[in-house]
């Protein structure tokens, strides 16, 4: 019979908790955003949470280190949706169009049954005002979806001033449309854009 060796089976053992360590992890996460999107983050205790993912408190507080880093990383993973969603509406030829399909995105979003506003706004108000770092992560992820749509404005040879007024359509809708509780607030940002990019460059603005 073979000898086993104790270190490989040591590196085994630590590997297989490593895994279980971020399928909890990510458990955890999901449970965590579905939460503090529908009921706000400060709504629910780490209880809830605990009782969300079936995880004990335990094991939660061993692998995130307070609250906050829970939000923070629950936000990162909500940025990584939104830029993939950006990314995949303006898989277009005309960057004017490109700039249209922003707001199409956005009502095909109000749709969703689940649409309780932005996750960045919602936190923003929540915790902005007293929790530094989650001002930062929400300031950053705006002004990212802004430059985003300068660099579309710049392919189209448009003025600087084109993408920090779309963006704030875009944010406009998305808070209107949280309250409203429709999507006509993504039709009307849509309208308004096609006059401010007809007037930046010029020709049909709904081309």
């Known amino acids: 019979m073979s000898r086993v060796d104790p270190t490989e089976v040591g590196i085994v053992v630590a590997a297989s908790a490593a895994l279980d360590d971020d399928a909890v992890r990510a458990k955890v996460l999901a449970a965590a ?14 209880d809830a949470l605990r009782a969300e993912a079936g995880v004990s408190l335990k094991r939660i507080y061993r692998l995130f280190p307070s609250k906050e880093s829970i939000v923070e990383q ?7 949706v939104w830029n993939a969603l950006v990314e995949q509406a303006v898989e277009l030829d005309d960057p ?6 922003i707001y199409d995105m956005l009502a095909r979003w109000f749709d969703q049954d689940d649409f309780r506003g932005c996750v960045f706004i919602n936190s923003f108000g929540e915790l902005g005002a007293t929790t530094p770092r989650i001002a930062a992560i929400a300031r950053e992820h705006k002004a ?13 040879g448009g003025p600087d001033w084109l993408a920090p007024q779309l963006a704030i359509l875009a944010e406009g809708a998305q808070t209107t449309a949280a309250i409203a509780g429709t999507n006509e607030a993504a039709g ?9 990019i007809g007037v930046a460059l010029g020709g049909d603005p709904a081309r």
Do not use: N, T
């Not at 629950?74 to 990584?80: K, N, P, S, T």
């Not at 009307?188 to 401010?196: F, N, V």
């Open 33 to 46: 955003d579905r939460l503090y999107y529908s009921l706000g983050i400060q709504a629910v205790g780490m």
């Open 74 to 80: 629950v936000l990162a993973g909500r940025h990584e």
């Open 96 to 101: 004017r169009q490109r700039l249209l399909a």
């Open 144 to 156: 990212e979806f802004q430059e985003r749509l300068a660099r579309i404005v710049a392919e189209a």
């Open 188 to 196: 009307q940002a849509r309208r308004a854009a096609e006059i401010l």
